[in-house]
């Protein structure tokens, strides 16, 4: 092989061993996940199955997670007007970190009518990890309350994680840990998952490609004959 040819084909190594390692490390894994609430209604028990997505969204040292409800739960007997119903929940943690954390959102925007299937809105909370490794998020306990009532709904088919999603932690050991927060106050949500793997990956894989590309240049010039 001569050695324009075998720079070039260092160069296309280079290449595509920067490309293998950008795709071999995804951040984030998300799933919708069919929930089947059970729940103890100040009316009776009802029951549910609403397909659960949670989403992420990297936010300073934690993340911002976000859990959607694509389909109602329970119902309310009475019409419940605008602002009469708040919805929490708290989200199982798993893998590198254990216990759960709150979600919670705005209280329903439009009247609600009577014997229709409750319609939750999106709720968010950050997680701040205190621990590296791969977590998991699980759809828990569902709270609505309305009109003075408590509504407690629960997972009844044991689900599986919603998000799996790669942490890296601010500081050194212990376990994850999360504080309740508020809805999101405009615009839709980024792309799932942190972006710092994404960028560190990408730098590396450049870093390949330069030194591939050099390598080859310095083969090159060693062996080209010395003009006189």
Same mark, same amino acid.
């Given at each position: 092989m001569?050695y324009p040819?075998?720079?070039a084909?260092l160069?296309?190594?280079?290449? *595509?061993?920067g490309?293998?390692?950008?795709l ?5 894994h998300a799933e919708v996940?069919?929930?089947?609430y059970q729940?103890? #209604?100040? !009316?009776?028990?009802?029951?549910a199955?609403?397909p659960?997505? !949670?989403k992420s969204?990297?936010?300073g ?9 694509q389909k109602?739960?329970s119902?309310?007997?009475v ?6 119903m708040n919805?929490s929940a708290?989200?199982k943690l798993g893998?590198?970190?254990?216990g759960?954390?709150n979600v919670? @959102?705005p /209280?329903?925007q439009?009247?609600?009518?009577a014997n ?5 809105n999106d ?6 990890p ?11 306990? *569902?709270t !609505?309350?309305?009109?003075g009532t408590?509504t ?9 994680p919603?998000l799996?999603?790669d942490? #890296?932690a601010a500081? @050194?050991?212990?376990?994850g840990s999360?504080?309740?927060s508020?809805? &999101? ?10 972006? &710092?793997s994404? !960028?560190?990956?990408g730098?590396?894989g450049?870093t390949v490609l330069?030194?591939?590309? /050099?390598g080859?240049l310095?083969l ?9």
């Open positions: 001569s040819k075998r720079t084909a160069a296309s190594a280079a290449a *595509l061993a490309s293998a390692v950008l071999a490390a995804p951040a984030a996940v069919d929930v089947n729940c103890k #209604t100040p !009316i009776g028990d009802k029951s199955v609403s659960i997505d !949670i969204v990297r936010s040292s934690g993340y911002r997670i976000t859990m959607s409800w109602g739960v119902s309310s007997p019409e419940l007007g605008k602002g009469a919805p708290t989200i893998g590198a970190d254990s759960t954390m919670s @959102g /209280a329903n439009a009247a609600i009518p229709t299937p409750i319609k939750i709720l968010s909370g950050t997680y701040t205190k621990k590296s490794g791969k977590v998991t998020f699980t759809a828990a306990n *569902l !609505i309350k309305a009109l408590t407690t709904c629960t997972p009844a088919n044991n689900p599986k919603s799996t999603l942490v #890296t500081g @050194g050991g212990g376990s999360a504080s309740q508020g809805a &999101d106050s405009g615009g839709q949500l980024p792309q799932t998952g942190p972006e &710092d994404a !960028i560190a990956l730098t590396l450049g330069l030194a591939g590309a /050099a080859g310095w090159t010039r060693r062996h080209q004959p010395v003009r006189r």
